[in-house]
C-alpha cells in the first residue's frame, strides 16, 4: 500500500503559471518534506512542516512557498515558475520523534516548464 | 545546510563487492542513512546507521561508520545487476533536517 502519494507524477506547466504539487500520507507522521531534485544531483531540502510549524530552508526562493492544512496533507507551490524550477519535485514524511526517523519518500512528481 | 560528499561514479562485475563511500560535515549529526534511487522513481532507505555505533550488517549490506573522521560507506556483497542504481547517504541532525550527498551511480557489469 503507497504511504506517501504524489499527485500529479508529471506535471507541466508555462513560465509564469502557478502551480501546486500534492502530497499526502497514511503514516500520520508529524513531519513533511519537500525537495528538488534536478537531473544527477542530490536532492536539495526546501522546507519541513514539524505538524503546523513550518522550517524553512535560507537558500529556498520566496518562489517557493507550502502549506499543509492537516497531518495528512501537504501542498508545494510555486508562485512563478521559471525554466530553472523544472526538476523532480520529492515529498518525504518521518516521524519525528527521537529513534529512527528514517525519512520515507514518496514517488516524485516531475515538473516540466515550457 | 550541511556537505554531504561522495564519488560519482563505480563500476563492478556482478556477483564482486561494491564499496560506496560517503564524507560528512556536520558535527551534529544522529543518524546517517542509504537510500537507492532507481531511474524516474524516489528514493528508497536501504539502511541506517545510530551515529554512536561503529558497524551494522543487514543481509548483504554492511555500513561502516567512522564518526572521527565522519566516513560512512556501504558495502554490497555479491552485487547484482538488479543493484544498479544511484546511491545517496544523507545525514540527519538532532533538527530533523536530512542532507544528502551528492549520490554514486553504480553500474554492474554482467
Known amino acids: 500500500d503507497a504511504m506517501v502519494i504524489q499527485n500529479p507524477r508529471y506535471q507541466v506547466t508555462q513560465f509564469g503559471k502557478p502551480v501546486t504539487l500534492s502530497c499526502s500520507q497514511t503514516l500520520n507522521h508529524n513531519v513533511m518534506y519537500w525537495y528538488q531534485q534536478k537531473s544527477s544531483q542530490a536532492p536539495k531540502l526546501l522546507f519541513h512542516y514539524y505538524d503546523k510549524d513550518f522550517n524553512n530552508e535560507a537558500d529556498t526562493p520566496d518562489n517557493f512557498q507550502s502549506r499543509r492544512p492537516n497531518t495528512s496533507f501537504c501542498f508545494l507551490d510555486i508562485r512563478s515558475p521559471g525554466l530553472g524550477d523544472a526538476a523532480m519535485y520529492l515529498c518525504a514524511t518521518n516521524t519525528g520523534t527521537s529513534g529512527s526517523g528514517a525519512q520515507y519518500f514518496g514517488p516524485g512528481t516531475r515538473l516540466t516548464v515550457l | ?110
Open chain 2, 1 to 110: 545546510g550541511e556537505d554531504v560528499e561522495q564519488s560519482l561514479f563505480l563500476s563492478v562485475r556482478e556477483g564482486d563487492s561494491s564499496v560506496i563511500n560517503c564524507t560528512y560535515t556536520d558535527s551534529s549529526s544522529t543518524y546517517l542513512y542509504w537510500y537507492k534511487q532507481e531511474p524516474g522513481a524516489g528514493l528508497q532507505l536501504l539502511t541506517y546507521i545510530f551515529s554512536n555505533m561503529d558497524m551494522k550488517q543487514d543481509q548483504r549490506l554492511t555500513v561502516l561508520l567512522n564518526k572521527k573522521d565522519k566516513h560512512l560507506s556501504l558495502r554490497i556483497a555479491d552485487t547484482q545487476t538488479g543493484d544498479s542504481a544511484i546511491y545517496f547517504c544523507a545525514d540527519q541532525n538532532t533538527g530533523n533536517q536530512f542532507y544528502f550527498g551528492t549520490g554514486t551511480s553504480l553500474t554492474v557489469i554482467p
